[in-house]
């Protein structure tokens, strides 16, 4: 009876703990507070508190709770750790490198303190090869743990490394399949290969296990911006041609171009442009398999300039198509109105970057 | 004299509360005795009665010139503003103070007034800490004491009693005061005393779904789905339709959710057991598991009973979710209960709220356990007239249009209409205070205060777009993606 038995203090950690795991920040710091009002210099107690303040995203809290464990026990590397996550959330950088490294020394056994070191120098956008010695290291002192995994792939991805990413976020989903961060990074990595569709279908997935996810929203939408890209730099192509083709003609047979007429020409340009895009859309397809068609629902709901972009794209093609069945004056009008609709799609691209930037 | 009469008067008011005069008289005469603070709470009062009532204003407008003009003269502008308008919130402040006195514990911890714990999480906080401190009157000590006198106690307290012409009796009470910080108790617990499950608190509902305003689809779902197969037993006999399984809410937070399932309890003439994360949680291994289990016996014993699961989504989240295996072992312990055996839940009602259903685990939506769900949506005109209604109707207010407010009010939360009037009240309020005038809550105010609020809902409007959009594949939230469409967010 008595070994499951639980002093109060150990009781109001337990409770905080759980509160934690239930990402219920407030809860475990009113858990906390009695506690830390009659033991103010308990380290754990204080711990708890600063990681609590962490997943609130208070970090400036979070700091003071850390660095008060921290003097109260220096060789409590879990404090510096946490100093270390508090600096890093707040970007001071050099600091949180120190603490880290403080940590990493206090517990050279421990692989957090590894991750933590190469974590503070991704977070800083500054690997070195310590960082990548501390993520390796981290590994080999605990191969089961998906983190550890999570780590070296973080510190792949910062580095464009995409085949080492690749492979420890797959080690990391092999050993716990639903971790969040690991899917979200692999999809990542998909994306920056080029692989779209994959990486729009595993941001559905994650989207469907965690609709709270606001990380997954923001690189769905960058799929879909990806997607829209590659449509609007083929469209420019074709535009392009067409312009540089005939730009003096004033007659229909006025081709300088193995002797084709204007609306063959254009005919021909529309086809092919027209063909590359759906070609381009079907490898999207496939790759994306039966999510393809949740992402291409999703699109207009997620991002309203996205739409705007796809629209201006339709619009564009359209009258190029329609060129193709008018007289050599409209046809060029056309072609004309065509460029704008695609300067305007650019100005689309910067809009969203711009507003991008202000929400960061 | 007056202190008499007052006293007198004091007795009249508490015997008949509605009598404003009464009332009146008794405040003016607090306020000639130099009671101006209890002068205009009782001003406070008559006008929550009789907002129209001159005599109450004018008692108000002069209470409040007595304590500004002692204390302004004192003070910087701001204390004095800070002075005058602390009268007038004089029963919020009261019940704050008594809150605060009965959970010192709590207060000392800086326990987070500011984000409202309920009652709930407070029993759960004293759980978890429970008075460990030697009992002055406890065995232990009396113990202690008995050996370091080496007097016989029954014999000086048979001294004591019997005969009153004697020397005083030895004060054991007063000496185990004396000595209980020397002595220590013999035995002590070391577990916290407070047994499983033994916070719950079981209530009588009063409320019916005829005191729910508005929301008519939403009592249909219910009647439809919950109460009409419970009222009608010949019907359900005919139908072989089985009691099993239990009714999930969800919606928006703030919408209403707790109210309906009381409504429900009333409906069903049932008592109501309200179980939360915080109640069932516990951190000796197994309690958690115990303290669910003793709910449904609880709720077993007191049969019809509904038992209410707020939050389900944290105690019943999915299990592949959670490393935490304390809260693993709670989700199974819930499933069996809901299973029961035999009849072993004949007359048990079991509901449930979240405001993410889609954190819950499976396993508790099949059926024969959660199988039924309703979602709670932000309140329509009606039931935003209604709210409006009663969040005003005991402040002093004039010219308000509730169906004006409601239709302005679209998108807004039960909990955040509340807000809207609270900031009301509180704009009053300090144009009180700041001037020294007493005027009612206004349109004005209130139509103020709704375009400084944005609804709270929005944040899961999104999230549950999100689910129709990727996590709908069976259809489960047909509802829910019917409702975003018609609000144009889907």
Redesign the interface.
């Known amino acids: 009876?008595?070994e499951?038995?639980?002093?109060?203090e150990?009781?109001?950690l337990?409770?905080a703990?759980?509160?934690l795991?239930?990402g219920?920040p407030?809860?475990a710091?009113?858990?906390?507070?009695?506690?830390?009002?009659?033991n103010p210099d308990d380290d754990r107690g204080l711990c708890l508190a600063s990681q609590a303040h962490l997943v609130a995203g208070e970090p400036a809290r979070a700091l003071d709770a850390a660095q008060h464990a921290a003097a109260l026990t220096p060789d409590n590397e879990w404090a510096w750790r946490l100093v270390a996550l508090s600096y890093s959330k707040l970007g001071h950088h050099p600091e949180a490198r120190a603490a880290a490294a403080t940590a990493q020394s206090i517990a050279p056994q421990l692989w957090v303190t590894h991750a933590q070191v190469a974590q503070v120098d991704i977070a800083a956008k500054r690997i070195t090869p310590e960082s990548q010695n501390a993520a390796r290291e981290a590994t080999r002192l605990a191969p089961m743990e998906p983190d550890a995994h999570l780590t070296v792939g973080n510190v792949a991805l910062a580095q464009h490394d995409w085949a080492t990413a690749e492979s420890a976020f797959r080690s990391a989903l092999r050993l716990e399949p639903?971790h969040p961060a690991a899917r979200n990074n692999l999809s990542l990595v998909m994306l920056r290969q080029g692989k779209a569709g994959s990486a729009a279908a595993g941001f559905?997935d994650i989207?469907?296990?965690d609709?709270?996810?606001e990380v997954a929203?923001r690189n769905l939408r960058a799929v879909a911006a990806v997607a829209l890209r590659h449509i609007h730099f083929i469209l420019w192509v074709a535009f392009a041609v067409v312009t540089v083709a005939f730009s003096s003609a004033s007659e229909s047979d006025n081709s300088p171009m193995y002797g084709m007429v204007w609306s063959e020409f254009l005919a021909g340009v529309a086809a092919v442009s027209g063909i590359v895009v759906v070609v381009y859309v079907l490898r999207l397809r496939r790759s994306a398999g039966a999510r393809f068609g949740?992402f291409v629902?999703?699109v207009p709901?997620l991002d309203h300039l996205l739409t705007a972009w796809a629209g201006l794209l339709v619009a564009d093609y359209l009258l190029m198509v329609a060129a193709c069945f008018t007289s050599v004056h409209w046809a060029q009008l056309l072609y004309l109105f065509a460029g704008a609709v695609l300067v305007a799609g650019s100005i689309v691209v910067i809009l969203r970057r711009n507003r991008a930037r202000v929400r960061l | 004299m007056d202190e008499q009469l007052i006293s007198s008067l004091r007795r009249a008011v508490a015997t008949s509360p509605d009598d404003i005069h009464l009332r009146l008289l008794l405040g003016q005469l607090l306020l000639k005795n130099g009671e101006a603070t209890e002068a205009i709470t009782l001003a406070a009062s008559i006008l929550q009665l009789s907002p129209g009532s001159l005599d109450a204003r004018q008692l108000m407008n002069d209470a409040f010139a007595a304590p500004a003009t002692v204390e302004a003269s004192a003070q910087p502008t701001g204390q004095a503003e800070h002075a005058t308008a602390e009268p007038l919130l004089t029963e919020t402040s009261e019940a704050a103070e008594t809150t605060a006195a009965a959970e010192p514990a709590d207060a000392a911890g800086g326990a987070d007034a500011t984000d409202g714990a309920s009652n709930s999480e407070a029993r759960a906080g004293s759980n978890a800490e429970p008075d460990n401190t030697p009992n002055p009157g406890g065995t232990g000590t009396g113990t202690d004491i008995d050996s370091l006198t080496g007097t016989d106690v029954d014999s000086a307290i048979d001294d004591g009693t019997d005969e009153p012409g004697t020397e005083p009796a030895f004060d054991w009470s007063a000496a185990e005061n004396d000595v209980h910080e020397l002595a220590q108790p013999m035995f002590v617990d070391s577990e916290p005393s407070v047994t499983p499950g033994s916070s719950f608190d079981i209530e009588r509902s009063v409320v019916t779904l005829a005191d729910v305003g508005g929301m008519k689809s939403i009592k249909d779902r219910l009647n439809a789905a919950f109460l009409a197969p419970l009222r009608n037993p010949e019907l359900r006999k005919l139908y072989a339709k089985s009691l099993k399984g239990g009714l999930l809410m969800y919606g928006p937070p703030g919408c209403g959710k707790t109210f309906i399932a009381r409504a429900i309890a009333g409906e069903l003439g049932a008592h109501f057991l309200s179980v939360g994360l915080a109640d069932i949680l516990d951190p000796m291994l197994g309690n958690s598991e115990q303290n669910v289990h003793e709910a449904f016996q609880l709720a077993r014993r007191e049969a019809p009973c509904v038992i209410f699961f707020d939050e389900i989504d944290a105690l019943g989240q999915r299990r592949s979710q959670t490393r935490n295996s304390a809260l693993r072992g709670t989700v199974n312990q819930l499933l069996t209960e809901l299973d029961g055996v035999a009849d072993q839940n004949e007359g048990v009602f079991v509901l449930a709220a979240t405001n993410q259903p889609w954190d819950v685990d499976p396993a508790l939506r099949r059926p024969g356990r959660f199988d039924r769900t309703v979602l709670v949506l932000p309140p329509d005109e009606e039931a935003r007239e209604s709210i409006f209604r009663y969040h005003l109707q005991h402040r002093p207010v004039e010219g308000i249009e509730l169906q004006a407010l409601a239709r302005a009010s679209g998108g807004l939360s039960g909990a955040d209409i509340a807000y809207v009037c609270e900031v009301a009240a509180e704009r009053a309020l300090i144009d009180s205070a700041t001037t020294g005038l007493l005027r009612m809550i206004s349109m004005k105010d209130v139509t103020e205060a709704l375009a400084e609020v944005t609804p709270s809902t929005s944040s899961w409007l999104d999230s549950a777009r999100n689910v129709v959009l990727f996590g709908d594949d069976d259809g489960t939230y047909a509802e829910l993606k019917a409702y975003l469409k018609k609000a144009k967010r889907l």
């Open positions: 009876m008595t499951h038995a639980a002093k109060p150990d009781a109001a337990t409770h703990r759980t509160y795991s239930l219920k407030a809860d710091l009113r858990a906390l507070a009695p506690h830390l009002a009659s639903e559905v989207l469907a296990n609709p709270d996810s929203v949740q629902r999703s709901r």
